[in-house]
C-alpha cells in the first residue's frame, strides 16, 4: 500500500510561485509514475504533470498544455517525496492539487481508481 500527503498549498497572488510537495510512504519503487493532477471548482480533474521511468536510470516528464513552462515536477531519489513547483501562477491555476502514484507507466493518460491518490491541498490564485 503507498500513502500520499501533499502539503504546500496556499493562497498567493497571480505571478507568485508555490511549491507543493507529496510525502511517498509505503511500498515504492522507482519504477512508479507519479503525478499532480487538479479539480477546479465546477470541473473535472485534469493531469498538471507526470514524471514516469522510461528506464531504470531516466525519466520523462509531462505537463499539459496549461502550465507547460511555468510548472516543473521532480522526484527526490529515494522516492519518498515529489515536488510541483509552480511559478507565474494564474487565476486560472486555482484548484484542489492531487498527488498521485502508480504501479503503471502511466504518461499524461490512464490514471484512474486503480491508482494511489492523496486527499489534495487547495491552491488558491488571487488576480
Known amino acids: 500500500q503507498v500513502q500520499l500527503v501533499e502539503s504546500g498549498g496556499g493562497l498567493v497572488q497571480a505571478g507568485d510561485s508555490l511549491r507543493l510537495s507529496c510525502a511517498v510512504s509505503g511500498r515504492t519503487y522507482s519504477s512508479y509514475s507519479m503525478g499532480w493532477f487538479r479539480r477546479a471548482p465546477g470541473k473535472e480533474r485534469e493531469f498538471v504533470a507526470g514524471?514516469?521511468?522510461?528506464?531504470?536510470?531516466?525519466?520523462?516528464?509531462d505537463y499539459s498544455d496549461s502550465v507547460k513552462g511555468r510548472f516543473t515536477i521532480s522526484r527526490n531519489n529515494a522516492n519518498t517525496a515529489v515536488y510541483l513547483q509552480m511559478n507565474s501562477l494564474k487565476p486560472e491555476d486555482t484548484a484542489v492539487y492531487y498527488c498521485?502514484?502508480?504501479?503503471?507507466?502511466?504518461?499524461?493518460?490512464?490514471?484512474?481508481?486503480?491508482?494511489?491518490w492523496g486527499q489534495g491541498t487547495q491552491v488558491t490564485v488571487s488576480s
Open positions: 514524471v514516469t521511468a522510461i528506464r531504470s536510470d531516466m525519466y520523462v516528464a
Open positions: 498521485a502514484a502508480s504501479r503503471s507507466p502511466r504518461r499524461s493518460t490512464g490514471w484512474g481508481p486503480d491508482d494511489y
